[in-house]
């Protein structure tokens, strides 16, 4: 039986699995080629039942055009994956404006 540390963390990965594949609107049913994984399976990871091979994690990053460093939230800038993914998604003028936002964030 897993202790409660391991099942924490596949369901952390899990859940960045998914938001990684959801923010760029594809289904479970798509990451099935890439992954050699069936949707089954893949909807056990997203739901953390099931932990990730590192050959799982790559397909995934194949099919997202992403790296395992981005989809774990491993990153020089400790920003958050969730963040990390919407900011690359934005043009320059919007990550400017949400630059602004953090300044006045921060003054608060």
């Given at each position: 039986?897993?202790?409660?540390?391991?099942?924490e963390?596949?369901?952390?990965?899990?859940?960045?699995?998914?938001?990684?594949?959801?923010?760029?609107?594809?289904?479970?049913?798509?990451?099935?080629?890439?992954?050699?994984?069936?949707?089954?399976?893949?909807?056990?990871?997203?739901?953390?039942?099931?932990?990730?091979?590192?050959?799982?994690?790559?397909?995934?990053?194949?099919?997202?055009?992403?790296?395992?460093?981005?989809?774990l939230?491993?990153?020089?800038?400790?920003?958050?994956?969730?963040?990390?993914?919407?900011?690359?998604?934005?043009?320059?003028?919007?990550?400017?404006?949400?630059?602004?936002?953090?300044?006045?964030?921060?003054?608060?």
């Amino acid at each position: 039986m897993a202790n409660k540390s391991n099942e924490e963390e596949n369901i952390r990965i899990g859940r960045l699995l998914a938001y990684a594949r959801e923010s760029r609107k594809l289904l479970q049913s798509d990451m099935m080629e890439d992954t050699g994984l069936t949707k089954n399976h893949i909807s056990a990871l997203e739901r953390g039942v099931s932990k990730p091979s590192v050959e799982t994690l790559l397909g995934y990053c194949k099919r997202l055009d992403t790296t395992p460093n981005e989809i774990l939230g491993f990153n020089e800038d400790k920003i958050i994956p969730e963040l990390q993914i919407e900011l690359s998604k934005m043009d320059s003028k919007q990550q400017e404006k949400i630059l602004e936002i953090v300044r006045i964030l921060k003054k608060e």
